[in-house]
């Protein structure tokens, strides 16, 4: 993937490294968040829309048009068509997919990085319950839809949420800092009717890259919104249990091939099942 010079400016030199630094402070994070919530900025969004290659068909769109760039990104689409069989393992978001499986250390790779699942979630007991499981990362850039939901039916077990540096998520940024270590990050703990315990992470990334979550508790519904990203590139990581999930003969075929397959919200990946098949 050919990154865009800011990225390459930022992580690759010495002057991009010091105004990342700057960049990635709280306050500028909350100056430039205030900024693209205000009218002025909707001035961006035509040329954002151009840029990215943005289709507004079946969006909703405001009568008066959107009032910020934020509330054009976290743009709500009129219909999103869910796979109806419940015991089919869906996407809770539109994005990039990779898969890892996780090893008896509880530790893995997200793209050509090592990272330790027990200071991922801060909690070790945790950690070791999805020994041998699998951990579904889906990679979302500007141009794709920023709200994400539940992916099965079940009960809310635990809410964490863990304050960080936002860097972006793009793989030159991996090259030089372990960026979902360092990064705002919270996740849920469902109790699944199909799937058993699963864990859905939301990361944010550099400067908004704010992570809004509706504040649930007790059960929630299979396609349910969970909340939505902010201006930023965002990521979505699903823990999921060893022999719980079958994947998709199709998908793994695809994932052979690309490593990161497009997949869309509310699609099947996997069905339930007693083992796994992704090596």
Do not use: W
Not at 104 to 113: G, L, R, V, Y
Not at 131 to 157: N, S
Not at 264 to 277: F, P, Q
Request: glycine share 10%.
């Amino acid at each position: 993937m050919r990154e865009d010079f800011s990225v390459r400016f930022l992580y690759g030199t010495v002057a991009g490294r010091f105004l990342l630094k700057l960049l990635t402070k709280p306050i500028v994070s909350k100056i430039g968040g205030t900024f693209l919530e205000s009218p002025l900025s909707r001035i961006f969004i035509k040329g954002f829309i151009k840029k990215n290659n943005i289709s507004l068909e079946g969006i909703e769109v405001p009568a008066k048009g959107f009032y910020s760039f934020n509330e054009f990104f976290k743009r709500r689409k009129k219909r999103v068509e869910f796979e109806k069989n419940p015991l089919c393992f869906i996407n809770p978001c539109d994005g990039f997919l990779s898969v890892v499986k996780l090893n008896q250390d509880s530790a893995f790779k997200i793209k050509n990085t090592r990272y330790d699942l027990s200071g991922l979630l801060r909690n070790n007991e945790l950690a070791k319950e999805f020994e041998g499981g699998y951990g579904l990362v889906y990679r979302l850039t500007p141009k794709h839809y920023h709200r994400y939901t539940f992916l099965d039916d079940g009960v809310i077990a635990g809410e964490k949420r863990i304050e960080g540096i936002l860097h972006c998520v793009r793989p030159i940024a991996l090259s030089r800092y372990p960026v979902f270590t360092e990064n705002t990050r919270e996740y849920t703990v469902l109790e699944t009717d199909n799937f058993g315990k699963v864990i859905q992470m939301e990361i944010g990334a550099i400067m908004v890259g704010k992570i809004t979550n509706h504040r649930l508790s007790g059960r929630v519904a299979r396609g349910m919104e969970k909340g939505c990203f902010e201006f930023g590139g965002s990521t979505i990581v699903v823990f999921v249990k060893k022999n719980k999930i079958k994947f998709d003969a199709e998908f793994l075929k695809k994932l052979k091939v690309d490593k990161e397959v497009t997949v869309h919200l509310g699609e099947s990946v996997a069905t339930k099942m007693n083992g796994g098949n992704f090596e």
